[in-house]
């Protein structure tokens, strides 16, 4: 498995044409500048990591196929020794990511801040929730809101991994069915937290 991390800054419009139809499509209906900066650097960046993985490019746009929940998904290869990868992307704040594997992946990356006091109860199992409030009592808000965004993008990165999205009651799921793999990285002044998720 390969994650790849980049800044939303460092992409542009060139060479949007090359990115998947349904991308494009979206960017022409998109008006708010942050947002079609965050979904082109999502297109540019897959196509970077699908290439550094070994599938083939090329100079034309992708082809994606899409799940009954809308998960999208690389058409399989025909007449090749190799299997096509699985792939999955997230962004947040100033930074896009992309898990790339030869199994299914599922990936969410969160920038850690104050989240409202009602959020921790309706993500958080009961037991998450104790804890949660344990750690605001005991440590600080920040810890608090820190240890709430592992769960949450333990959860998120769950959802997207079995195609469900928010979809999900992230209350019941049970993260101990699935490998987690959760990274804490400063960007600049931005704490993030990273989490890969995978069947077991």
């Not at 959020?119 to 440590?139: G, M």
């Not at 195609?163 to 987690?180: Q, S, Y």
């Amino acid at each position: 498995m390969k994650l790849y991390v980049r800044k939303i800054e460092d992409y542009s419009d060139a060479g949007t044409e090359f990115l998947e139809e349904a991308r494009r499509t979206r960017l022409k209906r998109i008006k708010n500048p942050k947002v079609r900066s965050e979904c082109i650097a999502a297109g540019m960046l897959l196509r970077e990591a699908l290439a550094d993985y070994g599938y083939p490019v090329g100079e034309e746009p992708l082809e994606l196929a899409y799940g009954p929940e809308g998960k999208p998904e690389l058409k399989r290869i025909e007449n090749s020794n190799r299997s096509t990868p699985y792939f999955c992307l997230s962004h947040s704040e100033n930074i896009v990511v992309c898990a790339v594997d030869d199994v299914p992946v599922g990936v969410d990356v969160e920038d850690v801040k104050k989240v409202s006091s009602l959020l921790p109860k309706r993500v958080l199992s009961d037991n998450e929730y104790d804890e949660y409030c344990r750690i605001s009592e005991s440590k600080s808000a920040d810890a608090a809101y820190r240890y709430f965004t592992v769960c949450w993008t333990e959860k998120e990165s769950i959802s997207k991994l079995v195609g469900k999205g928010i979809g999900m009651d992230f209350r019941t799921i049970k993260k101990e069915d699935f490998m987690l793999h959760t990274l804490m990285r400063t960007i600049g002044d931005v704490e993030y937290v990273i989490t890969i998720a995978q069947y077991k």
